[in-house]
């Protein structure tokens, strides 16, 4: 009698694909986890290189979200067992109050 296997386990990376997000992306699905990355935009021909890692057919899965907007960031949390929050937010480059960024830097 065949038995399925359980579900692999599910984390989030917060900036799948920056230098140390998607190391860790490489890691995780090599190691048989289920992964939500969260990128600025899915889509970006520049994440290709996600896509095409050992395992992310299957595994990984990208979310758009913004690191100052707590809904875009729920959803790639969902169902998840942990996150590793590893982005950091990229302020207009024209951002007139520095400020706004401080949550991320302390948060509070």
């Known amino acids: 009698m065949a038995t ?3 579900a692999p386990p599910r984390v989030c990376v ?3 694909n920056g230098f140390i ?3 860790l992306v490489k890691l995780l699905l090599s190691r048989g986890y ?3 990355a969260t990128v600025r935009d899915p889509r970006d021909p520049k994440n290709a290189f996600l896509t095409e890692l050992d395992g992310a057919p299957a595994n990984l899965r ?3 979200a913004d690191m100052l907007d707590c809904d875009t960031v729920a959803a790639a949390f969902a169902g998840c067992e942990g996150v590793f929050h ?3 937010p990229v302020p207009d480059q024209k951002m ?3 400020q706004s ?3 991320s830097a302390t948060g509070h």
């Open 86 to 88: 590893v982005a950091t």
């Open 34 to 36: 289920a992964v939500h």
């Open 62 to 64: 990208l979310f758009k």
């Open 21 to 23: 997000g998607s190391w």
């Open 96 to 98: 007139v109050d520095p």
């Open 14 to 16: 917060t900036g799948g």
């Open 101 to 103: 960024l401080t949550a």
């Open 4 to 6: 399925s296997s359980p």
